[in-house]
């Protein structure tokens, strides 16, 4: 069974910092990436990284937001620093072994979500 867990959201100041972490199991990832969502809006991808620890950000996030995994841990991290209210969403990790699908959001393998609020 596939398995995503976040954990590490929580509520922090404007110019704090958070880490979220997304311990996977049930398979071998190659492509692994975090969206957000906030109420009323569309999911964003926020960072992807591929098997050789290549990263990609979104312009919104780029020089604050950096994504790594622990490939001995299965565990997928994003240290957000710098954050800014609209930072504020539901963050989600995702996982799949087609690399277009992390850009285009159609992953086949999510976790819950975990929330991250960013006040002014």
């Known amino acids: 069974q596939v398995q995503l867990v976040e954990s590490g959201g929580g509520s922090v100041q404007a110019g704090g910092s958070l880490r979220l972490s997304c311990a996977a199991s049930g398979y071998t990832y190659y492509y692994m990436g975090w969206f957000r969502q906030a109420p009323g809006k569309e999911r964003e991808r926020v960072a992807i990284i591929d098997s050789y620890g290549t990263s990609s950000y979104s312009d919104s996030v780029q020089g604050r937001f950096t994504i790594s995994k622990d490939n001995a841990k299965s565990t997928l991290y994003l240290q957000m620093n710098r954050l800014k209210p609209e930072d504020t969403a539901m963050y989600y990790c995702?996982?799949?072994?087609?690399?277009?699908?992390?850009?285009?959001?159609?992953?086949?393998?999510w976790g819950q979500g975990t929330q991250v609020t960013v006040s002014s």
């Open positions: 995702a996982a799949d072994s087609v690399h277009y699908r992390l850009w285009t959001g159609s992953v086949n393998y």
